[in-house]
């Protein structure tokens, strides 16, 4: 059961342009989402995150949307650069898990490709 | 953030031996965590290293499988027993710091098993 899911494998997007990354749950107990970014061979780096009580979070080029009804975010990067090409994760936390609210349910990811 | 190193970064083992991965981190942190990413999956929770008290596993992984230790709150080990290639994996430690829902993760280690 795929709780958080993020239905594109792959995106490629010319440089200069917005990059658009999407993200669907399915579970309403999570109350608080992130946004990390993996080069190959890294750790995920944290990048942005957004309580449920908000419906935007910007920082710098990146925003990201959180739409409760739809059980929906995204994640916004304007303008994308070279340096953006990565595997994107979003991921979940919430009161969903045995000890507390740290456990976080990631999505499958989402290969970015900025073409100079 | 913290500094998070794993030991080794990268490792190719036998069926049925057995690889400890080292967790340090450059400061005191509350909770550590181990994850698993499988090749094209996403990131998977093993367990919560507890400082000082066993590790609380989730749901499909035991501690005889993978043993960890969290002797102070700046290091953990996990250990991946008795492996098969279904282990094969990069598996990564991570930290909270003072924000109660981000984490920061290790650079992982990359485990084949032939």
């Known amino acids: 059961d795929q709780q958080v899911k993020q239905n594109s494998p792959s995106l490629s997007v010319q440089e200069g342009r917005i990059s658009i990354l999407n993200c669907d749950y399915t579970n309403s107990m999570f109350d608080y989402f992130l946004w990390y970014k993996k080069y190959p061979a890294e750790g995920p780096t944290f990048l942005i995150s957004?309580?449920?009580?908000?419906d935007k979070n910007e920082d710098g080029r990146f925003t990201v949307f959180l739409n409760k009804s739809a059980k929906h975010l995204s994640l916004h990067i304007v303008p994308s650069q070279p340096g953006d090409s990565a595997v994107y994760f979003c991921a979940a936390s919430g009161r969903v898990s045995n000890f507390g609210n740290e456990k976080l349910t990631f999505g499958t990811g989402t290969r970015l490709t900025i073409i100079p | 953030s913290a500094v998070i190193s794993q030991k080794p970064s990268r490792d190719i083992c036998q069926r049925g031996t057995s690889l400890t991965i080292q967790c340090q981190v450059d400061s005191q942190v509350t909770m550590m965590f181990w994850y698993r990413q499988q090749p094209g999956q996403s990131l998977t929770l093993i367990a919560t290293?507890?400082?000082?008290?066993?590790?609380?596993?989730e749901s499909g992984f035991v501690i005889d499988k993978f043993p960890i230790s969290r002797p102070n709150l700046t290091f953990s080990t996990l250990t991946v027993s008795n492996m098969s290639p279904e282990d094969s994996s990069i598996y990564l430690c991570s930290v909270i710091l003072d924000r109660a829902y981000e984490q920061y993760f290790g650079p992982g280690t990359r485990l084949t098993v032939t």
């Open positions: 957004i309580s449920s009580i908000k």
């Open positions: 290293a507890n400082q000082g008290s066993e590790a609380t596993y």
